[in-house]
C-alpha cells in the first residue's frame, strides 16, 4: 500500500504532469514550443538554484559528514558506466563507440531528475541532506570520461579514432552544469542562510513551478523522440529499464552504508538510476563523434527518464525505506 501510495503522489505531482502534457502534445502534433532561449534560461536557473541551496545547507557541516557520501559518489560514477560498458556490448549487441556513448550518459546524471527527486521528497516531507547537490556536482564527469576511455581504448585496438581528451575535459569542467552547481554552492556556502534569504523569493518558492515548465519541454522533445524506439531494438529498451533499477537499489543501500539519511540515500539511488542528457550528449558529440544520437538520446531521454519521474523515484524511496527499516 505504502509503495502505491508513493506512486499515485508521484503520477498526480504537476511535475510528472506536466511531463506527461509535453509528450501528449509531441504526439497529436501541436504547436506547442519553447524559444530556445527560454530552455536555456530555464536550465540556468534549475542548476543555479540547486547549487545555492545546497551551498547554504553546507554551512556549519564537517568534512566528516560530507566526506564518505562524496566519495561513495564518485565511485558510483566510476563503476556505473564500467560494468554498463560491458552490458552494452554483450547483451544489446553494441559496437565499442556506441556502447561507450551510451555508458557515458547512464553513469553520468540527470539534474532534472535530481530536481524531481528532491521535489518528491519535499511534497513527501522527508528532509535531506544539503549536501546533496555537490553529490549530482562531482558525479557527472567521471563517468563521461571513464566510458569514453573504454570506447577510445577497444576503437584503438582495432584501428578506430576517437576525439581526443583535451577538449573533452575543458568542455565538461567549463560547462554551464559544472560552473553553475559548484559555483552556486559555493556562493550559497558563502553567502549562508542570511545571504540566501535575499535572493529566496526568486530562487526558493519558483522552483517547483520552473521545474514543471522545465519538464514540459522535456516531455515535448521525449514524444518527438518516441519514433527512435524501433531504431534501438528491444534490447535496449530493456536495458534502460532494468539497469536504472539496479543502479537505484545499489544507489539506495551504499547511501545507507555512507551515513545518508531517508532522503539523502533515496537522492543517491535516484543519482545512480539517473541518465544524463544535456552534459553527456555534449561531451559525447567531441569525444565519439562517430557515435549514433539516435542511440543515446532514445535510451536515456525516451526511456530511462520518464521512467524515473514516473515509477522509478517512489520506487527508489521505498528502496531506501527497506534499507532503513522504516
Given at each position: 500500500?505504502?509503495?502505491?501510495?508513493?506512486?499515485?503522489?508521484?503520477?498526480?505531482?504537476?511535475?510528472?504532469?506536466?511531463?506527461?502534457?509535453?509528450?501528449?502534445?509531441?504526439?497529436?502534433?501541436?504547436?506547442?514550443?519553447?524559444?530556445?532561449?527560454?530552455?536555456?534560461?530555464?536550465?540556468?536557473?534549475?542548476?543555479?538554484?540547486?547549487?545555492?541551496?545546497?551551498?547554504?545547507?553546507?554551512?556549519?557541516?564537517?568534512?566528516?559528514?560530507?566526506?564518505?557520501?562524496?566519495?561513495?559518489?564518485?565511485?558510483?560514477?566510476?563503476?556505473?558506466?564500467?560494468?554498463?560498458?560491458?552490458?552494452?556490448?554483450?547483451?544489446?549487441?553494441?559496437?565499442?563507440?556506441?556502447?561507450?556513448?551510451?555508458?557515458?550518459?547512464?553513469?553520468?546524471?540527470?539534474?532534472?531528475?535530481?530536481?524531481?527527486?528532491?521535489?518528491?521528497?519535499?511534497?513527501?516531507?522527508?528532509?535531506?541532506?544539503?549536501?546533496?547537490?555537490?553529490?549530482?556536482?562531482?558525479?557527472?564527469?567521471?563517468?563521461?570520461?571513464?566510458?569514453?576511455?573504454?570506447?577510445?581504448?577497444?576503437?584503438?585496438?582495432?584501428?578506430?579514432?576517437?576525439?581526443?581528451?583535451?577538449?573533452?575535459?575543458?568542455?565538461?569542467?567549463?560547462?554551464?552544469?559544472?560552473?553553475?552547481?559548484?559555483?552556486?554552492?559555493?556562493?550559497?556556502?558563502?553567502?549562508?542562510?542570511?545571504?540566501?534569504?535575499?535572493?529566496?523569493?526568486?530562487?526558493?518558492?519558483?522552483?517547483?513551478?520552473?521545474?514543471?515548465?522545465?519538464?514540459?519541454?522535456?516531455?515535448?522533445?521525449?514524444?518527438?523522440?518516441?519514433?527512435?524506439?524501433?531504431?534501438?531494438?528491444?534490447?535496449?529498451?530493456?536495458?534502460a529499464i532494468v539497469m536504472p533499477i539496479l543502479h537505484g537499489l545499489l544507489g539506495s543501500y551504499l547511501g545507507k552504508c555512507c551515513g545518508l539519511g531517508l532522503g539523502g540515500s533515496t537522492v543517491m539511488a535516484a543519482l545512480a538510476a539517473s541518465a544524463s542528457y544535456i552534459a553527456a550528449p555534449a561531451a559525447v558529440r567531441i569525444a565519439l563523434p562517430a557515435a549514433s544520437p539516435a542511440l543515446y538520446l532514445s535510451s536515456s531521454l525516451a526511456i530511462t527518464f520518464p521512467f524515473n519521474i514516473v515509477l522509478g523515484l517512489p520506487l527508489y524511496f521505498e528502496f531506501s525505506r527497506f534499507f532503513h527499516g522504516v
Amino acid at each position: 500500500m505504502e509503495i502505491l501510495q508513493s506512486l499515485g503522489s508521484s503520477l498526480l505531482s504537476p511535475m510528472v504532469l506536466a511531463f506527461a502534457l509535453g509528450i501528449f502534445a509531441a504526439l497529436v502534433k501541436s504547436d506547442l514550443k519553447f524559444p530556445d532561449e527560454l530552455y536555456t534560461a530555464l536550465t540556468i536557473y534549475l542548476l543555479f538554484a540547486i547549487g545555492l541551496k545546497g551551498g547554504m545547507k553546507l554551512e556549519g557541516m564537517s568534512l566528516s559528514v560530507v566526506g564518505g557520501p562524496l566519495l561513495m559518489a564518485i565511485g558510483l560514477s566510476c563503476v556505473i558506466p564500467f560494468w554498463s560498458f560491458y552490458v552494452l556490448k554483450g547483451f544489446v549487441r553494441l559496437d565499442a563507440t556506441n556502447a561507450g556513448a551510451i555508458a557515458a550518459h547512464y553513469g553520468s546524471v540527470s539534474a532534472v531528475t535530481f530536481s524531481a527527486a528532491l521535489a518528491f521528497l519535499e511534497t513527501s516531507k522527508t528532509p535531506v541532506e544539503g549536501f546533496a547537490p555537490a553529490l549530482l556536482a562531482v558525479m557527472e564527469a567521471p563517468a563521461i570520461i571513464v566510458a569514453v576511455f573504454l570506447a577510445m581504448k577497444a576503437s584503438a585496438s582495432k584501428g578506430g579514432q576517437g576525439g581526443g581528451f583535451g577538449p573533452l575535459l575543458h568542455d565538461l569542467l567549463t560547462g554551464k552544469g559544472i560552473i553553475l552547481l559548484l559555483g552556486g554552492l559555493f556562493i550559497g556556502f558563502v553567502g549562508g542562510k542570511k545571504g540566501f534569504e535575499q535572493v529566496a523569493p526568486l530562487f526558493d518558492a519558483p522552483f517547483k513551478g520552473v521545474l514543471a515548465l522545465f519538464l514540459l519541454e522535456v516531455g515535448l522533445l521525449t514524444g518527438r523522440r518516441l519514433g527512435d524506439l524501433r531504431e534501438a531494438g528491444w534490447r535496449l529498451v530493456v536495458f534502460a529499464i532494468v539497469m536504472p533499477i539496479l543502479h537505484g537499489l545499489l544507489g539506495s543501500y551504499l547511501g545507507k552504508c555512507c551515513g545518508l539519511g531517508l532522503g539523502g540515500s533515496t537522492v543517491m539511488a535516484a543519482l545512480a538510476a539517473s541518465a544524463s542528457y544535456i552534459a553527456a550528449p555534449a561531451a559525447v558529440r567531441i569525444a565519439l563523434p562517430a557515435a549514433s544520437p539516435a542511440l543515446y538520446l532514445s535510451s536515456s531521454l525516451a526511456i530511462t527518464f520518464p521512467f524515473n519521474i514516473v515509477l522509478g523515484l517512489p520506487l527508489y524511496f521505498e528502496f531506501s525505506r527497506f534499507f532503513h527499516g522504516v
